[in-house]
Nanobody, 121 residues
Framework: QEQLVESGGGLVQAGGSLRLSCAATGSIVSIYAMGWYRRAPGKQRELVAAITSGGSTNYVDSVKGRFTISRDNAKNTVYLQMNTLKPEDTAVYYC???????????????WGQGTQVTVSS
């Protein structure tokens, strides 16, 4: 079974909205942070937004004021509400989970399969 299940990608016109969802299965425990990375054509992967289990958030400058990350800790689910989408937001978006560090080292990383977001002009 997949450990991270992503959904919500699609095609939308500029100015529109999409909501991405990523649910971690029960096999992933002690989550420290969940977030979204993206890879656009011709560009390196970048962190779009992240949120810790305590609720602190971080956004790449290009999406501040337009995207909102949230999470439901009880469901081990993270959401990315994307508003006022721009063509430059077009990318494959990947869910990412980092678990809490343990006594033997840092936490583990988990990646979703990616979901395509395409914003047309």
């Amino acid at each position: 079974q997949e450990q991270l299940v992503e959904s919500g990608g699609g095609l939308v016109q500029a100015g529109g909205s999409l909501r991405l969802s990523c649910a971690a299965t029960g096999s992933i425990v002690s989550i420290y942070a969940m977030g979204w990375y993206r890879r656009a054509p011709g560009k390196q992967r970048e962190l779009v937004a992240a949120i810790t289990s305590g609720g602190s958030t971080n956004y790449v400058d290009s999406v501040k004021g337009r995207f909102t990350i949230s999470r439901d800790n009880a469901k081990n689910t993270v959401y990315l509400q994307m508003n006022t989408l721009k063509p430059e937001d077009t990318a494959v978006y990947y869910c990412h989970v980092r678990t809490e560090p343990g006594p033997r080292g840092p936490g583990d990383d988990y990646w979703g399969q990616g979901t395509q977001v395409t914003v047309s002009s």
